[in-house]
């Protein structure tokens, strides 16, 4: 009877504690905007980032909210379109700074739009955190309060060609939209790579992201007769290369970098057309490489939004759990500044479903810039394959991005 | 040399889409003066919903194509008599900022029924055929195929019935024609029915070949429009001309030169050739 009465009284006690506590406690809004490709081309990367940082937020709001004292934050996100467009994107996170009064601005899937933000961004209260945008030089400007999840470019680049020259090819035909600087920095890094390995590039053919007939140039390749293909570009058109390809009977092995999930690449060409092509990228999200995080994300994903994950839309799911952190390490939500000089200190969080490179134990080096591995995916039997792992060291290359000049 | 035979065959399946797009187009202004800019994206519309039908109805690809031929007729019909009609006997600017205020709201209405995401018309043609060195995938072969029919069709219809009688004389003398006895308040009806079904048979040709998506269509009435031009205003013949001229010269632009500038090589031919001809290819001259 003593010991219920003592179990009862502890109790109450607890229960009075916590009311007295929760009385002095606020419940506070942490606006997180949003700027990325929810319509146009680029949408097959921008509207699963938009999602992952959804997905991210309610997973947050759903274990409490970032509790920092006595007050608890919840999430909410506002996001825009910015078509991949630099103006729009300039004008999206005009509207997210300046009249919703985000501090904290996330997504950012292709280069073009994200280097115009990054351009004004060091001069506004807020911190940027990007994702697929793969230019090198959006890390490059030591702008203190922008990082990135996604590794630069040529990063990738390089270990592709240094892949492929062990497969044996000599001479690589490259088709894809090298006028857009990250695509082409690929191909330069790979080039650059192959090149050691005794092959040689026989011609780079172009094509806009909004074309779809390559035929023309997949018609002058052949009569190069490369005994290899490398497919730069978005999944869209790259999908269409990799079926007209296979129509013009160009029978050589194809390598590609494109980050499309086998659903998006499945829209447009058939399994058998896609079967054996390469796909030399970051280490993303494919089931079969993935850790149980990965997996989780994966089955969260599709249960949430009808459609599975893209394997480069993990970059934004981190950049959440990352701010997270990084408003919890700084001890507050208010001051940007902080929470800036706070990311750059963090380690990898547990959440994260990318297989980070820590550099010095940081999830970010001093540039703002994450790394992880990068793989060798291959189709087979209808899905990505993870093959192995490409040789890129990733201290070696964020002292590289530490000497390059803006 | 086979390399060339090899362009000017993807070039052909490409020019076969724009002249059934400026066929449409043509009809359109031969006849009763629009320029109907508002056609792309109505094509688009009938990609769209074989799209619908096949890949979320499951209903077959033959079956679908009749049916988005018919109800594209219709919905021309519905352009004619509910936008058109009432301006026509107004200033010309009347019927060119409706042109302009149709195209943004057909485009906004797939936008809403279709979404922002590029749509691929599932058609299982995954056959090559390969005639001396020369690959045709089966697809493209329909393509051209189904243009060479459609046009042989309307050239048929125009020239060798009743009411293909009754639209050349109005295109000639609406005055005359009302004399003569000809329900010309039915006329542009069937003309807008006609052209509409002829651009939703690019717009199927296009979600086949390539992808539908937002913009698209807008992108199809221009290069329809750079044929009107090349082939001549209003001539059925010059629209085929055209279309072809246009396919492969981007084809070969691109194979030969530089894909990046396919668009601006096409133009400046159309440009040359207007120069020495400004009525166009096949147009009559003034």
Redesign the interface.
């Known amino acids: 009877m003593k010991r219920r009465f003592t179990i009862g009284a502890g109790l109450a006690a607890a229960v009075l504690a916590a009311s007295t506590s929760l009385a002095g406690a606020a419940e506070k809004e942490l606006l997180v905007g949003v700027s990325d490709a929810l319509t146009g081309p680029a949408a097959v990367y921008g509207v699963p980032q938009a999602r992952a940082v959804e997905l991210a937020a309610e997973e947050v709001n759903a274990a409490g909210g970032i509790r920092l004292g006595e007050d608890t934050y919840k999430i909410t996100v506002l996001s825009y379109d910015d078509k991949a467009n630099p103006t729009e994107a300039s004008n999206s996170v005009r509207k997210l700074l300046d009249r919703d009064g985000a501090r904290f601005l996330l997504g950012f899937c292709c280069s073009g739009a994200t280097g115009a933000v990054a351009s004004f961004i060091q001069n506004e209260d807020a911190v940027m955190l990007v994702g697929n945008a793969a230019e090198r030089s959006i890390t490059t400007r030591g702008i203190d309060n922008l990082v990135r999840t996604r590794p630069p470019a040529d990063y990738t680049g390089a270990a592709a060609g240094t892949f492929v020259a062990s497969k044996g090819h000599k001479r690589v035909a490259v088709i894809g939209a090298l006028e857009t600087s990250f695509y082409a920095m690929y191909v330069d890094a790979f080039e650059r790579e192959f090149v050691k390995g005794g092959g040689e590039i026989v011609t780079r053919e172009a094509f806009g992201l909004k074309d779809r007939d390559m035929t023309p140039q997949l018609t002058k390749i052949r009569a190069l007769e490369p005994d290899a293909l490398l497919v730069v570009g978005y999944v869209e058109p790259a999908a269409f290369v990799y079926r007209q390809s296979v129509e013009l009977g160009l029978e050589v092995p194809r390598y590609g970098f494109t980050s499309g999930s086998e659903e998006q690449f499945l829209r447009v060409v058939s399994a058998e057309q896609m079967e054996g092509v390469w796909d030399l990228r970051p280490t993303e999200l494919t089931l079969q490489s993935t850790g149980e995080t990965g997996r989780a994300y994966h089955e969260n994903f599709t249960a949430r939004f009808g459609v599975q994950p893209s394997p480069s839309s993990p970059y934004a799911y981190d950049q959440l759990y990352a701010l997270r952190d990084a408003i919890l390490k700084a001890g507050t939500a208010e001051d940007a500044a902080a929470v800036a000089r706070a990311l750059r200190e963090l380690p990898v969080p547990k959440e994260a479903v990318m297989q980070y490179i820590p550099i010095d134990g940081r999830m970010f080096d001093e540039n703002g810039q994450a790394y992880t591995t990068n793989g060798a995916f291959q189709w087979q039997d209808g899905q990505w394959v993870f093959v192995q792992e490409l040789p890129s060291v990733a201290e070696d290359y964020s002292r590289f991005l530490s000497s390059v000049d803006g | 040399m086979?390399?060339l035979v090899?362009?000017i065959t993807?070039?052909v399946a490409?020019g076969s889409v724009y002249v059934l797009i400026a066929l449409g187009l043509t009809t359109v202004f031969g006849i009763l003066g629009i320029a109907h800019f508002a056609h792309g994206s109505v094509s688009m519309f009938g990609g769209y919903l074989v799209y619908v039908l096949v890949a979320f109805q499951g209903v077959s690809l033959w079956l679908a194509i009749p049916v988005a031929l018919v109800v594209g007729m219709g919905v021309g019909a519905l352009i004619e008599f509910l936008a058109y009609r009432p301006v026509r006997n107004a200033n010309h600017i009347n019927a060119f900022i409706i042109a302009l205020g149709l195209t943004m709201m057909v485009e906004g209405l797939n936008l809403q029924f279709f979404g922002?995401?590029?749509?691929?018309i599932p058609t299982g043609f995954?056959r090559?055929f390969?005639i001396a060195g020369v690959?045709i995938?089966e697809t493209r072969l329909y393509v051209v195929l189904a243009a060479t029919v459609l046009v042989i069709a309307m050239t048929a219809f125009v020239e060798g019935t009743k009411t293909g009688q009754a639209i050349r004389a109005v295109a000639q003398n609406r005055d005359a024609a009302i004399l003569m006895g000809v329900n010309v308040r039915s006329i542009p009806l069937i003309v807008f029915a006609m052209s509409t079904m002829l651009g939703v048979a690019a717009g199927v040709m296009v979600g086949s070949?390539?992808?539908i998506?937002?913009?698209v269509g807008e992108?199809m009435v221009v290069k329809g429009f750079a044929v009107l031009i090349l082939g001549g205003l209003g001539s059925i013949p010059g629209a085929i001309i055209g279309g072809l001229v246009l396919g492969v010269t981007?084809?070969?632009?691109?194979?030969?030169l530089?894909?990046?500038y396919?668009d601006v090589i096409a133009f400046v031919v159309m440009i040359v050739v207007l120069l020495f001809r400004p009525q166009g290819l096949l147009g009559g001259a003034k």
């Not at chain 2, 981007?250 to 030969?256: D, S, V």
Request: glycine share 8%; proline share 6%.
């Open positions: 086979l390399e090899q362009q993807n070039g490409i922002a995401d590029q749509v691929v995954d090559v390969e690959t995938p070949l390539f992808a998506a937002p913009g992108a981007e084809a070969l632009a691109a194979g030969f530089s894909s990046a396919k």
